[in-house]
């Protein structure tokens, strides 16, 4: 048996930016979760540290936009869920759903000056801070995104841009 040296070359710019995106989309929404946890009186910052997650989401889908019509053209397909690349097309599927989720839902939340309850959640015997639509948005999105990342952290940080 030989040995065979491991070449590692120098990350790209466009691989250390996208680095940063995703270095961006995990501090922002552990920041606006923070955010609501320890300063739980004033939502203002909440909502700047959400709207710049919603700014790296953006760039993220920009820099994705070959993969993600790829994977638009692959959602059409029957066997979507036998092929790696179907199977990421469902994920990021569901993670587009669940931001808007969390988005619309504080969203309404701000135009109606109250949390949104979800009583029915209540009787069925959910936690009291989770009868709430924006945070059980919320908890559902970072446990989707924990699930995410850790299957992905080994090519998180050398992914390439297609």
Same mark, same amino acid.
């Given at each position: 048996?030989?040995?065979? =040296?491991? +070449?590692?070359? =120098?990350? +790209?710019?466009?691989?250390?930016?996208?680095?940063?995106?995703?270095?961006?989309?995990? @501090?922002?929404? !552990?920041?606006?979760?923070?955010?609501?946890?320890? *300063?739980?009186?004033?939502?203002?910052?909440?909502?700047?540290?959400?709207? *710049?997650?919603?700014?790296?989401?953006?760039?993220? *889908?920009?820099?994705?936009?070959?993969?993600?019509?790829? &994977?638009?053209?692959?959602?059409?397909?029957?066997?979507?869920?036998?092929?790696?690349?179907?199977?990421? !097309? @469902?994920?990021?599927?569901?993670?587009?759903?669940?931001?808007?989720?969390?988005?619309?839902?504080?969203?309404?939340?701000? &135009?109606?000056?109250?949390?949104? $309850?979800?009583?029915?959640?209540?009787?069925?015997?959910?936690? =009291?801070?989770?009868? $709430?639509?924006?945070?059980?948005?919320?908890?559902?999105?970072?446990?989707?995104?924990?699930?995410?990342?850790?299957?992905?952290?080994?090519?998180?940080?050398?992914?390439? @841009? $297609?």
């Amino acid at each position: 048996m030989t040995n065979v =040296p491991i +070449t590692t070359r =120098p990350p +790209t710019r466009t691989e250390r930016r996208r680095w940063f995106v995703h270095l961006g989309l995990l @501090i922002t929404l !552990a920041g606006s979760l923070l955010s609501l946890i320890w *300063l739980s009186r004033s939502i203002t910052i909440h909502v700047v540290i959400g709207v *710049l997650f919603l700014v790296f989401l953006c760039g993220h *889908l920009y820099q994705r936009r070959r993969t993600m019509v790829a &994977l638009l053209r692959r959602m059409v397909r029957v066997n979507l869920r036998t092929t790696a690349s179907g199977r990421l !097309a @469902i994920s990021d599927t569901i993670l587009l759903l669940l931001v808007a989720n969390v988005l619309i839902s504080g969203i309404v939340d701000a &135009l109606n000056h109250q949390e949104t $309850q979800l009583t029915f959640l209540a009787s069925v015997g959910f936690p =009291p801070g989770l009868v $709430q639509w924006h945070k059980l948005s919320a908890f559902i999105l970072v446990l989707y995104v924990v699930v995410h990342v850790s299957r992905r952290r080994k090519r998180l940080r050398n992914s390439r @841009i $297609q």
